[in-house]
């Protein structure tokens, strides 16, 4: 009698996704930071055991610079689509913040602020690296606004005088008040009314009251 073999025939292992470790990776630094972050912690949210991760990414420092990268060209090709030039430009600059305040108001989760500036200012101070991946983030950021201003001023939205350079640094003062005071624990809704009013404030429009931005949020 011959015996058939039961043994299941071994398949091909599962892909590695890239995209979704480096995703879980992310969310890890974003909520505990660099430091308070160890391997293990990686490891435990990709479900890749730390040989793997190493060899797909390096260390945990390497993996951190990374996802850096990672968030700020995701970050800036979502400012690029939201400051359509056919848009007027307070509708361009709002579509910016409120993508901005989507990204740090998670659905049923607590607020996160800006993964980017959340987590890398911290770092930079002693990290060379990391201070130059914030660095040329936040000069991509600031080039993003100055093209969208200077365009808006080109066609006459922005009067001629104005200085394209530091209404767009205003810009993305704006951009980085959300990001810190979101994960500080201002509401969405006084969040949004600060964007509001610096908005007016870079269109050259007289600003409204405290309360009466607020309301107009809602």
Request: proline fraction near 4%; include cysteine.
């Amino acid at each position: 009698m011959v015996q058939k073999d039961t043994k299941r025939p071994r398949g091909r292992p599962r892909a590695f996704n890239e995209d979704e470790a480096l995703t879980r990776a992310t969310a890890v630094f974003w909520r505990a930071g660099y430091s308070a972050t160890s391997m293990d912690d990686l490891s435990a949210a990709t479900g890749m055991n730390r040989p793997s991760l190493y060899g797909a990414f390096g260390d945990k420092q390497a993996l951190y610079l990374t996802t850096l990268e990672r968030y700020a060209q995701r970050s800036r090709l979502a400012m690029d689509a939201a400051l359509d030039d056919t848009l007027p430009l307070a509708d361009a600059l709002m579509r910016v913040y409120e993508g901005a305040l989507a990204l740090y108001f998670p659905p049923k989760e607590q607020p996160r602020g800006c993964f980017l500036i959340g987590t890398a200012l911290t770092e930079s101070v002693e990290d060379p690296e990391v201070r130059a991946r914030l660095h040329d983030a936040l000069a991509e950021f600031d080039n993003a606004f100055e093209i969208r201003l200077r365009s808006a001023q080109q066609k006459g939205e922005l009067d001629a005088s104005a200085d394209v350079k530091a209404l767009a640094s205003v810009a993305s003062a704006v951009l980085y008040t959300l990001a810190l005071r979101s994960r500080a624990g201002d509401s969405r809704v006084t969040l949004r009314a600060t964007a509001s009013e610096g908005i007016r404030l870079i269109c050259g429009e007289r600003p409204t009251s405290a309360k009466s931005a607020v309301r107009r949020s809602r």
